[in-house]
């Protein structure tokens, strides 16, 4: 048995949190660059202060990045080196239109990515591409209030059709919108939100998500027109939610954070809102402004397959003493007394993927695709740029075990996995490079100080084993 012939092994990165050149070729200006690192990314990731330019007190770690811009040549042949099926990148926005409502294309944006593709090609590499990994073109947040705007339907309708029609016979695999309940959670970093003083944050951020959902339905129309082989995803940040408690108020507690997360897949998959999120709308107060016809894009536009990132299961409780102690992280989430955590907190659970595996299979029934999952950590380097990352290859191990057992074991139609952050490159969350998740160390800091040079970590040749036997040799 073990997973299927062909399987996509892989790794993924993020245009904003590995390319850099940020000014180059005609390139716009998106929400992701102006992110600080620092006490000051959280307000902005999520929304409650405005930074909207660069200024000389913060560094601000997109811009230059690891400079894939210019190595992209040289990381793409690692990856062939480690016997890559696919690779997971995205397109940013801002390259291609770079105010975001132009009616032309920058050619040199088209060109870029066209050029990465047909290197991906060369290799035998099978590209998978997110549209929109978090970007929003800056013009777009301060003329129209990014996704609170219905117009931005419109825009990404334009950039679907430019990349669609350009890259066809070159792209099958897409992401319609990265970790797409992002929204709820750090909204000026997942949808370019920002709110003023009297917003109704609610409401704000429910009418954007309903645009995102629209635009992702209009997009899986269009690849499916454009061309039939094109195969469409939608994107989840996942982790089941545990209860803390047998205690039925921890178990519905656990219930209901989940389903805050699957309303977009539920939507996405299934093609209509559910009960439930109608009910929690009506109970905040929320109303969805839709025009005549969504309803009908939703239902008749739902995804090919699912597919999420995983790092973490999590534990709902409604005992007082303990969601005091919660951290603020982007997921809030109790402790779980029975896992170990990463450097960051991130606590780690193997077997946690295989439920949310299958707690996403039996609800959706289509194929998965897991193209997020890693260890992010301290690497420390000898003087030739190797690290010794047994912990990183334990924890992935432990990880592609259980996403066997997910298929052998539960009958789970697995299309493939990509790692996340295959080349090191910087944090979404902290906006630091120090917390690494590559087979590839890059040589770079928190201060963007460094030779950018790449070299190879020892799970590196792990996972060259890996995906030569197919999965079946996970040993270190
Ligand atoms: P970093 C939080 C929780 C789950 C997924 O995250 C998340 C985040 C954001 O921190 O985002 C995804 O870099 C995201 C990637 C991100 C990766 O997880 O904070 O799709 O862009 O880099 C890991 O360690």
Excluded at 84 to 107: C, H, Q, V
Excluded at 110 to 117: A, H, P, S
Excluded at 194 to 205: L, M, N, R, S
Aim: proline share 4%.
């Amino acid at each position: 048995m073990g997973f299927r012939k062909d399987f996509l092994w892989g790794g993924a990165t993020a245009a904003n949190q590995c390319e850099g050149g940020y000014d180059k070729d005609g390139r716009g200006l998106a929400n992701v660059d102006v992110v600080p690192i620092g006490k000051d990314r959280f307000p902005v990731i999520s929304g409650q202060k405005k930074m909207f330019e660069f200024d000389d007190e913060h560094f601000y770690p997109a811009k230059e990045a690891i400079d894939m811009y210019t190595h992209y040549k040289e990381d793409i042949a690692l990856f062939a080196e480690m016997g890559f099926k696919t690779y997971r990148l995205s397109i940013a926005w801002s390259r291609i239109f770079p105010k975001g409502d132009e009616t032309e294309p920058n050619e040199e944006g088209l060109k870029f990515y066209e050029d990465m593709f047909k290197e991906c090609k060369k290799h035998g590499i099978e590209p998978l591409v997110t549209i929109t990994h978090f970007d929003c073109p800056m013009h777009l947040v301060e003329k129209y209030g990014a996704w609170r705007s219905r117009e931005l339907v419109g825009f990404y309708e334009n950039l679907c059709n430019v990349i669609f029609k350009r890259y066809k016979g070159l792209v099958k695999y897409w992401l319609t919108f990265n970790e797409i309940n992002m929204i709820l959670h750090a909204p000026f970093m997942g949808a370019g939100l920002y709110f003023e003083e009297g917003d109704d944050v609610e409401q704000i951020k429910f009418q954007a998500a309903h645009h995102e959902l629209v635009a992702s339905a209009i997009a899986t129309k269009i690849a499916h027109e454009v061309d039939p082989e094109n195969q469409v995803g939608c994107m989840l940040a996942a982790g089941a939610y545990y209860p803390y408690s047998p205690k039925p108020e921890d178990v519905w507690a656990s219930r209901s954070d989940d389903r805050e997360n699957y309303f977009f897949i539920d939507v996405q998959s299934r093609g209509e809102y559910p009960a439930y999120a109608l009910k929690e709308m009506e109970r905040k107060g929320i109303e969805i402004k839709m025009e005549e016809g969504d309803k009908e894009l939703l239902k008749a536009h739902t995804v090919d397959f699912i597919s999420f990132s995983y790092y973490s299961s999590r534990v709902s409780t409604t005992d007082p003493e303990l969601l005091e102690q919660t951290e603020g992280n982007i997921f809030a989430s109790v402790k779980n007394p029975y896992l170990e955590a990463s450097e960051w907190g991130w606590q780690i659970d193997p077997l946690g993927l295989r439920i949310t595996m299958n707690d996403i299979y039996d609800r959706y029934q289509k194929p998965l695709f897991i193209v997020e999952n890693g260890l992010g950590a301290v690497d420390t380097p000898d003087e030739n740029g190797y690290v010794e990352d047994d912990y990183r290859i334990d924890y992935l191990a432990a990880h592609v075990q259980a996403m066997r057992d997910a298929v052998d074991e539960d009958g789970v139609d697995l299309l493939g996995y990509t790692t996340w952050g295959c080349i090191d490159l910087v944090s979404a969350g902290t906006g630091e490079m120090k917390k690494r998740y590559g087979f590839i160390y890059v040589d770079r800091d928190n201060e963007g100080n460094g030779t950018l040079k790449r070299s190879k970590k020892k799970s590196f040749d792990w996972y060259k084993k890996v995906i030569e036997t197919n999965g079946e040799d996970l040993s270190n």
